[in-house]
């Protein structure tokens, strides 16, 4: 069956990098829109990024772009994001998610990871 | 950016009652509107996508409505297992949005 598992996660300090990475298995990775979401504590969802089937397109929250890359290995069937100049406001579990349809983008998530905790103090 | 808000922010509702949950968009998002259900400690789970279609698995007590605007979830006759945080999004435009959620709680 699906199963999305993140790892990274971490504490960390402010200005320091850090690299998520989702291990997918149950389904062909290489067709399927990648998310990443995270949801801060005892707060709602918030979209982070997106990268297509293909790698070709991705797509930034304003809050991240610039500081946050998001990539994937399809032979490796593992999605990642790089996290860099992290902040207090960054702290939050991420979660890994896969778009509900093949070969396109946009659209809802289907199947989520059970998230990887990100602190970022001092 | 399509700001999405949810209202009640916190339902009380008895098991075996009915609960009415709402979603208004900022600016119309079409059908392109979905449900998560989150229990503490978990992921998400998608309950409803373009607006009405339930996903894979969701019991028929769940049902979405609406459309442009304005959204509605309902749950039929509350089980326990239904007490939990719910979510909309939308997905029509980027960055997708989700609302702030409404905690259905036991009364």
């Known amino acids: 069956q699906v199963q999305l598992v993140e790892s990274g996660g971490g504490v960390v300090q402010p200005g320091r990098s850090l690299r998520l990475s989702c291990a997918a298995y149950?389904?062909?990775?290489?067709?399927?829109?990648m998310y990443w979401v995270r949801q801060a504590p005892g707060k709602g969802l918030e979209w982070v990024s997106v990268?297509?089937?293909?790698?070709?397109?991705?797509y930034y929250a304003d809050s991240v772009k610039g500081r946050f890359t998001i990539s994937r290995d399809s032979s490796q069937n593992t999605l990642y994001l790089q996290m860099n100049s992290l902040r207090a406001e960054d702290t939050a579990v991420y979660y890994c998610?896969?778009?509900?349809?093949?070969?396109?983008?946009?659209?809802?998530?289907?199947?989520w990871g059970q998230g990887t905790l990100v602190t970022v103090s001092s | 950016e399509i700001v999405m808000t949810q209202s009640p922010a916190t339902l009380s509702v008895s098991p075996g009652e009915r609960a009415t949950l709402s979603c208004r968009a900022s600016?119309?998002?079409?059908?392109?509107l979905a449900w998560y259900q989150q229990k503490p400690g978990q992921a998400p789970r998608l309950l409803i996508y373009y607006a009405s279609s339930r996903a894979t698995g969701i019991p028929a007590r769940f049902s979405g409505s609406g459309s442009g605007t304005e959204f509605t979830l309902t749950i039929s006759s509350l089980q326990s297992e239904d007490f939990a945080v719910y979510h909309c999004?939308?997905?029509?435009?980027?960055?997708?949005?989700f609302g702030g959620g409404t905690k259905v709680e036991i009364k």
């Open positions: 999004q939308q997905y029509n435009d980027w960055p997708l949005t």
């Open positions: 990268i297509s089937y293909d790698g070709s397109i991705k």
């Open positions: 149950g389904f062909t990775f290489s067709n399927r829109a």
């Open positions: 600016q119309s998002v079409g059908s392109n």
């Open positions: 998610a896969r778009d509900q349809r093949e070969f396109s983008y946009g659209y809802p998530v289907d199947y």
